[in-house]
């Protein structure tokens, strides 16, 4: 294999290491045996365990930041729909039998210290995540997006969290309905108040 091929094959190997083990039990040893590649041709593209963590960490990030984006804008054309669809996203990632839970936060828990730079690593890919969401927000003129961007944001996280536990897609479909609910109160609440008065004037007139 050429270089950057050793690299990949080292990053792609240590990451699932990673999600089967954890950072911290997922030694060296472990790593170059189940890549089978010497010691040294792993030093000579990491110099220790934390560079191979981070440059992992970054593929990853940029893999699941682009593949979600790519997934999103096929899904759906509608900002709001997008925002939608980032669910959808999620729930092929939980339905993965390889899921074992959200490497970024196994990370972030691992390296608990908040300037360790494996620890900013995994936060920053989810202020991108955050940020993400908060472009879609604004690209469908919500009033407040900053905040539509969080609560999407803490349905997401928390919808992780317990299908890891649960093994099942079923929070994030729960935490789907729940953000449709979320959105449709948001289009609501920021109708002009002659859109309103019309709406309401269609009600009556059906009744």
């Known amino acids: 294999m050429r270089r950057s091929e050793i690299r990949g094959h080292l990053l792609d190997t240590a990451l699932r290491l990673f999600n089967e083990h954890g950072y911290h039990a997922a030694g060296i040893d472990l ?60 729930e092929t990632t939980v339905r993965d039998k390889q899921f074992r839970g959200c490497i970024f936060i196994s990370a972030a828990g691992e390296h608990k210290d908040d300037a360790a730079p494996v620890f900013r690593a995994a936060f920053m890919h989810k202020r991108l995540m955050l940020a993400y969401f ?13 905040r539509i961007a969080n609560e999407i944001n803490l349905l997401q996280e928390g919808a992780l969290a317990v299908a ?12 789907k309905r729940m953000a449709q609910q979320l959105l449709a109160a948001e289009e609501r609440s920021s109708m002009a108040p002659s859109a309103k008065k019309e709406e309401a004037g269609q009600r009556t007139q059906a009744s």
């Open 164 to 175: 890891q536990i649960t093994r099942t897609a079923e929070p994030v479909l729960q935490a």
């Open 134 to 146: 908060e472009e879609l927000a604004h690209a469908a003129r919500f009033a407040e997006p900053k």
């Open 31 to 90: 790593i170059i045996a189940e890549a089978g590649v010497a010691k040294t041709t792993l030093y000579r593209h990491f110099e220790t365990k934390e560079d191979l963590i981070l440059a992992a960490l970054e593929r990853r990030d940029e893999e699941d930041r682009l593949a979600t984006r790519a997934f999103v804008e096929q899904r759906a054309r509608d900002p709001a729909e997008r925002l939608l669809a980032t669910f959808d996203f999620l």
